[in-house]
Structure formats: structure tokens, C-alpha cells
């Protein structure tokens, strides 16, 4: 596996659909919940442990497991009760994989995505439905990603989505936003120590008012992401 491979899936010019989703920030900030540089730092780290809790265990099991893919899929689909996370989280991991075949030469890849097409084009059977999390974890896999290094780029792209949509949605600068991504890196690297050998049965919510905000989203009189 080359560095070349992780600094292309961690450029976010790679299409994995996550430009079109806050995280639930944008509600947060319509609701004046994110008013202040704290504020924003403090939705960031809930955000960086909520991946941990939430998709780690998921993003670990697939990995070591991609075969069970698909009752790590439903599993993530049973967890995910908020109905804006879920579609959210569908969207993203049928991005991430259909991006990740079209460009890499995989056969398992190929093979993933062709099931997955069969399942949205199907009347009969909900087969997959397709979450970011268990995607990753099987899409990097195939990829030859190691797991810690996949686990890593977890929690930066949800981190980085976070000040990314700050940025676009003018809560924050383009320099102050990359001030706190290097700030809350030591956040990651405490939160990876303690979730990396995290498993399926681990599976938890440690953001829950942030879950309301981002289930909100839906209903605000305007909004420039999906999520």
C-alpha cells in the first residue's frame, strides 16, 4: 500500500459525496446552538468522539470481517434511528463505493458495487442499504489500507467535513478552520486510543443533542446541505 493511495481518499477532491453534508452543523447553527469559535470546537470534538462510538465499530468489523457486510450494514441501519443521519450515511457510503470502483481496478470492488446496484434497482428485496461506516471499513480493506490507518481517516474526514461546512456556511474562516483541524488532532489521537479495538457491540451515542439538531434538518426554512 502506498501513502500515495491514503493522501488520494483523504483529498477532498476525492467524490465521496461528503461536501453535501454538515453533520448536523448547519441546524446547530441555525439554532444558535454554534454561535462562537468554542462553540465550534466543542461540535467538532462531540463529532470526532460520536465517529468513534458510532462508526468505528462498524468501520473495524467490516475491515476484519468483509464478509459479514451485510449484517454489519443492517446492524448500522437498526443503530442509526434518526432518519436525516440515516439517509445521510446511505448517501455517503454508495458514494464512496461507486467512486472507489469507477476508479480503482478492484474485483472486489466491482463485485460490492454490482450487488449494491442490484439491491436499489430491486422491487423485491431491500438487500443493502449501503452505510458509510461498514463501506469504509470494506471498501479501504480492499484497497490494502491498513486498519489503524483507516480508523485515522475516519476521524479526520468527519472532523474535516465539520469546518469545512463551517467555512461554507460562514461560521468560520478558511484559516481559523484549519487552525482548529490541527488543534483538535490530539482530540483524535485521545479518541482513536480508546475506540480502536472497538466491535460491533460497542455501538454508541455520545452526541444525542447533536442527533436532535441534525434530525431537525429536514424542517429549517433553509438549508444549503443535504444533512
Do not use: K
Not at 468501520?59 to 439517509?87: C, G, K, M, S
Amino acid at each position: 500500500m502506498h501513502d500515495a493511495l491514503v493522501w488520494q481518499l483523504v483529498d477532498s477532491a476525492f467524490p465521496t459525496g461528503a461536501f453535501a453534508h454538515s453533520l448536523g452543523l448547519e441546524s446547530a447553527w441555525q439554532h444558535g446552538e454554534v454561535v462562537s469559535r468554542d462553540d465550534l470546537r466543542r461540535f467538532v470534538e462531540a463529532t470526532i468522539l460520536q465517529a468513534a462510538s458510532g462508526a468505528l465499530p462498524l468501520v473495524n468489523a467490516a475491515h476484519n470481517e468483509p464478509a459479514r457486510l451485510t449484517e454489519w450494514d443492517a446492524l448500522n441501519d437498526a443503530f442509526l434511528t434518526n432518519a436525516v443521519a440515516n439517509r445521510a450515511s446511505r448517501q455517503q457510503g454508495r458514494t464512496l463505493l461507486a467512486s472507489a470502483a469507477r476508479i480503482f481496478a478492484s474485483s472486489t470492488l466491482d463485485a460490492l458495487l454490482a450487488r449494491v446496484s442490484s439491491t436499489l434497482n430491486s422491487q423485491l428485496s431491500p438487500g443493502f442499504a449501503a452505510h458509510v461506516a461498514p463501506l469504509t471499513g470494506a471498501v479501504f480493506a480492499a484497497l490494502g489500507v491498513p486498519l489503524e490507518t483507516t480508523q485515522r481517516v475516519a476521524l479526520f474526514t468527519a472532523a474535516r467535513g465539520v469546518l469545512s461546512a463551517a467555512v461554507r456556511l460562514g461560521v468560520t474562516g478558511s484559516y481559523d478552520a484549519q487552525r482548529l483541524q490541527s488543534e483538535c488532532a490530539a482530540c483524535s489521537a485521545t479518541v482513536l486510543a480508546r475506540y480502536r479495538d472497538a466491535g460491533p457491540s460497542d455501538l454508541a451515542q455520545t452526541a444525542p443533542f447533536i442527533d436532535i439538531l441534525q434530525g431537525a434538518h429536514d424542517r429549517l426554512y433553509s438549508r444549503l446541505f443535504q444533512s
